[in-house]
């Protein structure tokens, strides 16, 4: 059996029971570095994670029969892995995914704005359809080093437009830092770690 756990924002205070439960019965641990950093001390089987998916898919394949956890930062079907593993091997081992809280839930909380009509985007390893994400009033964006909240502006100003920024770094860590500004008064700098949620004015 293959479950496919999310394991929250990052703080492990936020990993739900369930998903403590199916960790402590599993075999086999699949995740990447921080992902089984945030458990703690684990005495499991413990394949990391590459950029060479492949592998990981034939490993899941060649232990078909133990009971296999992969480690999913936030929900595993926001932007996540599961995405990836129901396309290459369904129908090949039994699947089941948990949910799990993600950063995106987790950020709207925490600045206490309801998530009713949010358009869901990312400029994580990819690069996004700005005309398109910004025929939305309400956004949420999960970055990367490449593409972050200044850049997001740089967009959004590019087409005479302005949106409130509610920007969240390092969310749920004891380094977690929240921001209030808009695409207008933003600063240049380093974004650690960051989502933004994005409001039209």
Known sequence: ???IVGIGPGNNKYITEVAKEIIDNSE???????????????EKEIFYISSNLNEMKNYILNNAQKNI????????LIYGIASYINRELEGKIDIKIIAGISSIQY???AFAIDMNDVYISSSHGREPDYDFILMHKKIAMVTDKNIGPYEIAQEIKNRNMLYDMYIGENLSYPNERLEITNSNDIKNRDYKMS???????
Not at 28 to 42: D, F, M, S, W, Y
């Open 69 to 76: 956890v992969v480690l999913a930062s936030g929900d595993p």
């Open 107 to 109: 950020a709207f909380s």
């Open 1 to 3: 059996m293959l479950y």
């Open 195 to 201: 989502l933004v949620i994005l409001i039209k004015k």
């Open 28 to 42: 086999i641990i699949i995740a990447g570095k921080r992902n089984i950093e945030a458990l703690g001390n684990i």
